[in-house]
Structure formats: structure tokens, C-alpha cells
């Protein structure tokens, strides 16, 4: 059988990377595997549970059933690229650090990238907005009231 | 602290002293981070110290930081800093400079499984009582170098301070090449509680920083160089055969190996993608013997009856008289299971979120043949696991394609559908009241009867627990037992009643059981605590106040008394409603009672959670708000058991194969949460993780009824109540 592979650049966390992956190979095994990052997670690959969310140009991405060939010329954001130049915390991540809004933990990459993308869209949600804006993340280990008091903490400080 | 004491102790302290031997090194050093260790895999194996001795449980390593080393698992509940607190305090050194080292075979105790709520309870005991051994060997070390008496000298901060002169020294400094060692005393002392800094408090957890920041910290993040990445089909069904597979699997581009042993196949590619297109290759052209081997089920209740037998209760007398009943229901972790297993010159070395590495060496002993010191499985955090999930059963399903491909790190992860299909769930319940009233509404008469299936088919030494060994070439034989086993937990109601009856049936059921978070407890106190609030509602009483005169013990009616003052002005308007649910986990663990708000929406055939409360006494609270997160937690997981969730089958298959086909609850329905605690330091520690699922489920349950109506005895309650 022929290996038959594509190759796309990928501008990640504002580096630019030349991928050779295959046509189909969804978005999240690039990151994780060949540029190692850990923040987007294997959770369904159905685009069910938003594990493995990163933003592309802003919006959230279910990069576990994105094509990594369809991500050529964006800026792909993870959970690791939020975080300022300095190291420095982003404000989200900072207010679930505060609200210590995770159990094991699996889930808060998309928690998070969901949030962000709710924020950066409207800087204060109302309680429902914020629960519509995290309808596609699942938790298991039942953090989800933590994780809307986190929201809530960032909207009203902006 | 009495002087009697302080005396004996300093000879102790003193006598023990002769055991600091010149140990030639320290520890292997890694660069030192707080909370979990770096990655646990580069810590070389050691010659592990019985668990009576200090070095089995902390090592001060050559910076003199502090290392804890502990036989169980990062499960999310906050194992790590809980430890760090109670060694820190009894060090009194921060939390955040103490190192954990999480259960392995080649670092740690055997402390069995981390199930159960016991690690607050014993392991991190243990650690308190090593810690304040090493203080007291340091002291006493320092003595003797100072020639002064050891109350001239406190240990602060990770140094040892001479009172007199206000001088500091390193642990590295006075230890020198030492490192410590020695019996823990029985009669060791304590840090009196009343001097406590950090335990009790809301510490924040170590691992948390790491986590929003996406930085590796999970087994599915460990890389290894060359690592071989791993899938496995599974059966389309219980007892499926394969009879053949594609063989041009094997040339598809990355294909390294495809492995068959009997109806065991996995693939092992170059990259995981390549090991993800040669599995569905393998799916699509891969063929299996079956049968229909799944029952049709309409009612759990009539299925386990059915299989059961009758309880023969007769109930013309009893005031009042119900039945119950739950699904199967999954652990559904997040993260489907993942391992990475090496073999290599009869060594192999797994990295595993198993619930307890010891129990599965053994296993993956008796599954491979190797001795178990040619074995080392090292813990690693994984997806939250709430039970036995398909950590185990991965781990060996890594470690038969390792032996198959030696040399080369290979790492597995299952896909959603596997851990959907595979997972042993929950066992179905079913559950029979019966009860009396005398005229001012106390309980003279109390049946109960639960039909179940085992609740822990964890390993346990035998491979047959390891689903895979089932379907070798030369099967390993899988005994399920014949006991409830931890169906019966809580089914004893913790309330005065005279002359309770309790009686169990056993079921084989159709479906894979195992421990799933509080076993039994939670359909037992779903159905104590539906049936309490009836019986409430006949006596003509509050439902609290009907339980608080039902209880003697004062910590129930505190934390009954305690949940009434929260909620009694709650408003509730039209269509909604507030139910209760209480018991004490295990009759012997935390005291939790549980209220819950919410809406009912019978036209729209919608249920909106809106707020829970608990109120815990878990005993000493070690960490305050991580016992709120396991508390708020449990009940968000126990409201999702409860509304939605129910595991489906067909005669052919598992169909809960995903999200859309075994529904969550989502952000839509997820109530306000609202914890308040009873902190009672001069007890022992209770552990609290698993107290909150049995109370939630009736509070929801009990809160339906307010709210519309309608009693639902048969789960989940969305199926049963539009």
C-alpha cells in the first residue's frame, strides 16, 4: 500500500511548522504527536466531548475530527499558548487555577479553550450564555459548577 | 504534651538514632517540582523498606528537599496534596515543597487498591506518622552534633533551627551522606493539632498549575524515543471469536506488526494515526464467530426478580411497601484507558493509572508467565476513573502486544468505543421495601431485599480478570464469584429501626460488573432514601425532622440539622420542587446529607437540576476544599447516574457505544453546588470521596416527587417519569 502524505504549514501557538501527516489525519495527532503538545486530549474522536478543543483563529476547534490539512494558513491556539510571554497566567486560566476547578483534569483543556472563546466573544455572559458556551464539553469527576463559578469570576473582572 | 510522653519519646528518638546508617547516596535526584514527581518512570527501582520503617514512606533527597512516597494513586481526588499536607505539617515545611511519588512497584508500598475512601484514612496516616519520625531523627541528630537538648531545636521550613543562637542548618547539611532510616515508633507524637498550619486548610492542589497550563502530566502524555503507537479490536460482543483478519494490514504504510493471539489482534504502527487507519482496516475485514449472547430487557426490576427469585415478603401488614431498581451504568471516564509497556531481556516495565499496581503485577504475572520481580508497573495520573475502568485491562492488553514487540516502548490507548463497550459497569439493582408505622409515626417494622450482581471483578492475581486473557489462544477462565459482595454496602439503614431485616439475591448478570464509585450504596441509599421520604409523607412529617427522630447518633442529626437550616427558606415556585436524601457511607465512613432543587418540565419532557447542597462530616477535614470539590463532584455525578444514564444492549453488542448513545449531563443541567462542612479534627479522617452518590441520588429522586408528582422508583429518571 502506498504512503501517500500531505504536507501543511501550521502557524501553532505563533510558530510556524512544516507537517507531513496524512490526508485525513485528524488535527489532534499532529499537535500531540509531532509537535508535542499535551493540552488537546484524545477523549472521543466524534466531536462529542471537547477534550481535545484548541481555538483556530479564535474559534474553538474539535481538533479530534478537524483535518490538520484544513488548518493550513490559520492560527492554531492550545491551551499552552494562552498563556502570556512572560509565563504569566491567561486571565481564565488564572481564575481556574484560583477556583481550582478540576479533578483529574482531563477535561480542562477544553473547558478552558471553550471559555476563552465565549469571553474573547462577549467579555460578560450571563449564566445561561456561559452554560451555551460549554454545552460541548463533558465532565466526568463533576466540576462544572466550579468551572461556570470560573467563567463568571473572568467576566465579571473584565 | 505531657512530659511523660516527650520523655519515652526522646528514647525512643534517641535509641533510633543508632539507625541512620552511612547509606552511600541519596535518592536519585530529579529536578525537584512540587506535587507529582517528574516523570515517574526515570526514578530508577529501589529495594523498597518494609512499611514499618520511615524510608518506606519519605526520603530527604539531596537538596534536602522532602520526598513522600505513597502506595496510591492521583485519582483526581486530591491524593497529592493531602499528603504533602500532613507531612509538611508534621516537618513544618509547605505543602508545595514536598515531592509525592504516586504507587509503584518498584518505589512504593503494597497498599492495594486506591478504592473505598481509605487513603485518607490509613496511607496518608502512615505518612503522617513517618514524617513525624523524621522530624524527631533530626532533632535528635542535630542533638547530638550540638550537644543540646533536643527541645533547643525546631525543624521549620526544610532546616533544622538551634533555639539558642538562632542558627539554621540544612537537612543536607546535618545529614550529610546519611540518609534517614528507622523504625516509625509505636508510640510516636504527634504534632498536637492545635499548633496545625496547613492541614485543615483549602491548599491549593499541585498538580492544578500544570493542568491549566496543558503541560504533560498524564500516562496518555508520557513519550518515549522510537515509541510504537498501539490499537486493539476488540469483539463485536462478549464470547466473539475471530476467525480471520486481513493480512494486508500488515503492509499499510507505518504497520510495524499486527499481533493475533487466539481472538486477541492488535496493530502496531510507526504513528498512532497509522495504528488508528490499520484498525479500521482490521474492523472492516476482520471476521468473528457469535452468538446473540444479551437477554432483551424491559424492567430491571422484573429481570432481577426473574433471575433472583422472589423475596416471598409478604406485605398486607406493612404500612407501606416499594420496589426499586437501577441499570447498568459506566464509569465513562474522559480519557479512554491508555498504557505503555516495555519488554525487553525478560523485564517488563508498564506505566499504568491503575487503581492498584501490585494487584495488577500479579495479574499480568499469572498473564505472561513472568515472575512478578521481572515486572514493574509505575502509576501514573490518568482520566478521572471513579472505579474499576479499562485501566487494567489495558495495561495488559499493552503488555501482551510489548512481549510480542520487545525492545520498543508500545503505547496503547483504547478508543471511545472500546472503554463505552468493554468497561465493566455498574451492576443493575433491584431493591424491595417494606415497612411500618406505629400511631406517632415511628418505624416498628423494616424489610429489605436487593438483587445484584458482584460489584468488584478487579484483579486480583488472576489474569481471567483481564478481559483480554479471556480470548487467547489459550484462555485464562474468568470466575465471577457468586456473591453481592459490595451490593450489600449501605443496604443496613443507619436509623433507629427495630429488628431491620435485610436480605440479598444474587444475579449473573448479562453485562461486565465491577466497582463502580461507592459500589452498592448508591441504589441501596437511592432506595432507603426514596422510601424514608414516603414514609415521611404517610407519618404526616418532615421529611428531615422524620429522619432526625429516627437517628441517635449526634453526627447524623448535626449534619441533618445542618442541611435544614441551608434549605428551610429556599423558595420553590410552581413546578419546582426540593428532596433530601442522608446516610453515613458504609454505616462506618462520612456523614453526608444531600438536598436538591430543581425544575420539572412535564410538557416539555425537560429536568433542570437547579442547585445541591451537602452538608459532610468527613471527620478531620485534611483539606477542606478538596473535600468540597470530591463532595460537589460526587453529587453532579450522581445527579448525572441518576436523570440520564442507563447502559444499552442489544443481543448482539453493547449500543452505548459514545456520548450520543450513553447521554451525560451537559453544562445545560448542571446545578449550583453549595458544600458546607463539619470539621471534627479531633477524629480520625473518614474519607469522603464516595460519601455524596447514594444521598444525591435519592435527593434528586425525592426532589422529582416535590416538584411534579410523580414518584420514580425505576432509573434513570428521565426514562421512566415523562
Not at chain 1, 6 to 22: C, E, F, P, Y
Not at chain 2, 155 to 177: M, P, T
Not at chain 2, 179 to 195: C, F, R, W
Not at chain 2, 413 to 433: D, F, I, K, T, V
Request: hydrophobic share 35%.
Amino acid at each position: 500500500m502506498q504512503s501517500t502524505k500531505s504536507t501543511t504549514q501550521l502557524t501553532v501557538n505563533g510558530k510556524k511548522n512544516s507537517i507531513d501527516h496524512h490526508p485525513e489525519e485528524p488535527l489532534l495527532y499532529v499537535l500531540r504527536n509531532q509537535l508535542g503538545i499535551n493540552g488537546p486530549k484524545y477523549g472521543c474522536g466524534l466531536g462529542q466531548c471537547g477534550a481535545c478543543m484548541v481555538l483556530v483563529d479564535g474559534q474553538p476547534a474539535l481538533s479530534c475530527i478537524v483535518p490538520a490539512g484544513s488548518a493550513s494558513g490559520k492560527e492554531i491556539t492550545t491551551l499552552a499558548g494562552l498563556q502570556n510571554k512572560d509565563g504569566s497566567l491567561h486571565p481564565v486560566q488564572q481564575a481556574f487555577l484560583e477556583e481550582q476547578a478540576a479533578q483529574c483534569g482531563y477535561c480542562t483543556n477544553g473547558m478552558i479553550i471553550s471559555s476563552v472563546a465565549l469571553l474573547n466573544q462577549n467579555p460578560q455572559p450571563s449564566d445561561a450564555e456561559i452554560r451555551q458556551g460549554l454545552q460541548t464539553n463533558l465532565c466526568r469527576c463533576g466540576t462544572q459548577s466550579r468551572v461556570i463559578r470560573a467563567v463568571k469570576k473572568v467576566g465579571k473582572e473584565i | 504534651m505531657p512530659s511523660i510522653n516527650r520523655r519515652h519519646f526522646i528514647q525512643t528518638a534517641a535509641g533510633l538514632s543508632i539507625g541512620f546508617t552511612l547509606f552511600g547516596c541519596f535518592p536519585q535526584q530529579e529536578k525537584t517540582v512540587a506535587g507529582t514527581a517528574p516523570t515517574p518512570s526515570t526514578l530508577p527501582p529501589r529495594n523498597i523498606p518494609d512499611g514499618s520503617q520511615i524510608d518506606a514512606w519519605l526520603q530527604i533527597l539531596e537538596d534536602g528537599s522532602i520526598r513522600v512516597l505513597t502506595g496510591k494513586m492521583e485519582l483526581g481526588q486530591g491524593l497529592t496534596v493531602a499528603m504533602q499536607q500532613v507531612a509538611g505539617e508534621e516537618l513544618n515545611t509547605p505543602p508545595e515543597k514536598i515531592q509525592i511519588v504516586l504507587a509503584d512497584t518498584g518505589l512504593t508500598q503494597n497498599e492495594g487498591y486506591t478504592a473505598g475512601s481509605r487513603a485518607m484514612e490509613r496511607s496518608a496516616m502512615q505518612v503522617r506518622r513517618a514524617a513525624a519520625a523524621a522530624k524527631a531523627m533530626l532533632v535528635s541528630l542535630a542533638a547530638e552534633q550540638w550537644e543540646l537538648s533536643t527541645d533547643q531545636i525546631q525543624v521549620q521550613d526544610g532546616q533544622v533551627i538551634r533555639l539558642d543562637k538562632n542558627e539554621k542548618i540544612s537537612f543536607r547539611e546535618l545529614l550529610a551522606d546519611r540518609q534517614i532510616e528507622g523504625t516509625i515508633p509505636e508510640d510516636l507524637v504527634l504534632k498536637p493539632k492545635e499548633d496545625y498550619e496547613w492541614v485543615g486548610q483549602p491548599i491549593p492542589h499541585p498538580d492544578m498549575e500544570k493542568i491549566v497550563r496543558g503541560e504533560a502530566l498524564y500516562v496518555q502524555d508520557l513519550r518515549f524515543p522510537e515509541m510504537i503507537h498501539a490499537r486493539v479490536l476488540k469483539p463485536k460482543v462478549y464470547g466473539a471469536k475471530l476467525t480471520s483478519w486481513p493480512e494486508e494490514t500488515q503492509q499499510m504504510p507505518g504497520v510495524v506488526k499486527v499481533v493475533q493471539n487466539g481472538s486477541f489482534l492488535g496493530v502496531l504502527a510507526e504513528e498512532e494515526f497509522q495504528a488508528i487507519q490499520a484498525l479500521k482496516t482490521l474492523g472492516e475485514g476482520s471476521e468473528w464467530e457469535t452468538s446473540r449472547p444479551l437477554p432483551k430487557v424491559e424492567s430491571w426490576a422484573d429481570y432481577m426478580e426473574e433471575a433472583g427469585g422472589p423475596s416471598g415478603l409478604n406485605t398486607n401488614k406493612a404500612t407501606h411497601a416499594a420496589v426499586y431498581a437501577k441499570p447498568y451504568t459506566m464509569h465513562g471516564s474522559i480519557g479512554p484507558s491508555c498504557a505503555i509497556a516495555r519488554y525487553e531481556e525478560g523485564q517488563l516495565h508498564i506505566w499504568s493509572h491503575t487503581q492498584g499496581v501490585y494487584p495488577l503485577r500479579s495479574s499480568i504475572s499469572d498473564l505472561t508467565g513472568l515472575a512478578e520481580e521481572n515486572i514493574r508497573i509505575s502509576g501514573v495520573r490518568g482520566s478521572g476513573c471513579y472505579g474499576h475502568n479499562g485501566a487494567d485491562d489495558v495495561a495488559a492488553d499493552a503488555a501482551l502486544l510489548a512481549m510480542a514487540y520487545p525492545g520498543q516502548h508500545i503505547r496503547l490507548q483504547w478508543q471511545r468505543e472500546n472503554e463505552h463497550q468493554w468497561e465493566p459497569y455498574g451492576s443493575a439493582m433491584r431493591m424491595e421495601l417494606s415497612a411500618s408505622l406505629t400511631g406517632d409515626g415511628k418505624i416498628s417494622s423494616w424489610d429489605y431485599h436487593l438483587w445484584s450482581d458482584g460489584h468488584s471483578t478487579r484483579p486480583r492475581g488472576n489474569a481471567g480478570n483481564l478481559v483480554s486473557a479471556r480470548y487467547l489462544e489459550e484462555a485464562f477462565e474468568f470466575n465471577p464469584g457468586s456473591r453481592v459482595g459490595g451490593g450489600t454496602r449501605n443496604s443496613e439503614p443507619y436509623y433507629d429501626i427495630p429488628g431491620a431485616r435485610i436480605q440479598d439475591h444474587y444475579v449473573k448478570g448479562p453485562l461486565r460488573v465491577s466497582a463502580l464509585r461507592s459500589l452498592g450504596a448508591y441504589a441501596n441509599i437511592f432506595a432507603i432514601e426514596s422510601f424514608i421520604e414516603e414514609l415521611s409523607e404517610k407519618a404526616g412529617k418532615d421529611p428531615l425532622d422524620f429522619r432526625i427522630e429516627h437517628s441517635s447518633d449526634e453526627r447524623s442529626v448535626a449534619v441533618l440539622q445542618k442541611l435544614k437550616e441551608l434549605t428551610q427558606n429556599e423558595p420553590s415556585t410552581e413546578g419546582e420542587g426540593i428532596g433530601f436524601g442522608f446516610s453515613r457511607y458504609k454505616n462506618t465512613a462520612s456523614y453526608c446529607a444531600v438536598a436538591a432543587k430543581l425544575r420539572v418540565d412535564l410538557s416539555a419532557k425537560k429536568i433542570t437540576p437547579i442547585k445541591m447542597w451537602a452538608v459532610i462530616d468527613a471527620g478531620e477535614t485534611i483539606n477542606t476544599d478538596g473535600l468540597k470539590n470530591q463532595t460537589e463532584g460526587g453529587m453532579i455525578q450522581a445527579a448525572s447516574w441518576t436523570l440520564k444514564e442507563e447502559v444499552k444492549f442489544e443481543a448482539e453488542q453493547v449500543i452505548s457505544k459514545d456520548w450520543a448513545g450513553y447521554p451525560i449531563l451537559r453544562h445545560d443541567a448542571i446545578p449550583e453546588t453549595e458544600v458546607h462542612i463539619i470539621n471534627r479534627p479531633e477524629l480520625p479522617p473518614l474519607g469522603g470521596g464516595e460519601a455524596a452518590q447514594g444521598p444525591a441520588a435519592a435527593a434528586v429522586a425525592n426532589a422529582v416527587y416535590a416538584a411534579c408528582g410523580k414518584r420514580v422508583r425505576e432509573l434513570p429518571v428521565e426514562a421512566h417519569v415523562f
